[in-house]
């Protein structure tokens, strides 16, 4: 089953900040996060395992709540580069399977 | 580049023909997977292969199969394509559990 993500789009003005979250109702052992630009392959961003420290990368970063089964990306003072569609994507333990969610679509505007 | 693609790129075909997509690696991961991606279904586990001649189903494996018979081909065959099956495929490399996953550059397939 699939994870599912909140919202399923933004809107932003550059330099504003946004979550994205997402959710699943299975135990994690890890979260993934991935952008995708229109007509291309989503790219990693990050991951994080459980039992591990929140990351960040410039001015993204992530949380993931192993109790919840949540995870929240955090994007600060947004940029133009910043648009694309967002994906989580959600291993479980004992399994080989990397499950994607819907995805959130992010558009940031001068 | 992690050193994947995937062919063709770009691919019509009829209802009721069979038809495969390759993914070719040059990065020795163990890990290989196949998406579609659908508008307001993001993207969905179809199979995939944590070895050689060792696959497994995803979510909506209905209608498709796979083989893996070298570390660096993954097939994906549509035995009879059907409209719904009109998406954009992805292949996805890692090398184990736990680690970022790379991807192709899709294909889109089209079933008239």
């Known amino acids: 089953q699939q994870p599912v993500q909140s919202p399923q789009a933004v809107i932003l003005r550059e330099g504003e900040d946004a979550v994205i979250n997402c959710s699943s109702s299975?135990?994690?052992?890890?979260v993934h996060w991935y952008r995708q630009k229109h007509g291309e392959a989503p790219v990693f961003l990050m991951i994080l395992l459980k039992g591990g420290e929140q990351k960040g990368h410039e001015k993204i970063s992530a949380s993931f709540n192993e109790k919840k089964q949540q995870s929240s990306l955090y994007l600060t003072a947004s940029q133009l580069s910043y648009s694309g569609t967002y994906f989580c994507?959600?291993?479980?333990?004992?399994?080989?399977?990397?499950?994607f969610g819907t995805g959130t679509r992010l558009q940031v505007f001068p | 580049d992690a050193g994947i693609t995937q062919s063709p790129r770009h691919k019509v075909t009829e209802t009721g023909t069979p038809v495969t997509l390759r993914c070719h690696q040059t990065e020795n991961h163990r890990y290989m997977y196949w998406y579609r991606q659908d508008p307001g279904h993001g993207l969905r586990l179809i199979h995939y292969?944590?070895?050689?001649?060792?696959?497994d189903k995803g979510e909506v494996s209905d209608g498709y199969s796979v083989s893996r018979s070298k570390t660096e081909d993954f097939l994906l065959t549509l035995e009879s394509a059907t409209s719904s099956q009109t998406s954009v495929y992805f292949c996805?490399?890692?090398?184990?559990?736990?680690?970022?996953?790379?991807f192709g550059q899709g294909t889109r397939l089209t079933v008239v």
């Open positions: 996805a490399i890692r090398w184990t559990r736990g680690t970022e996953a790379f």
């Open positions: 994507g959600t291993e479980t333990p004992n399994t080989d399977k990397l499950i």
């Open positions: 299975k135990a994690l052992y890890s």
């Open positions: 292969s944590y070895g050689v001649k060792d696959t």
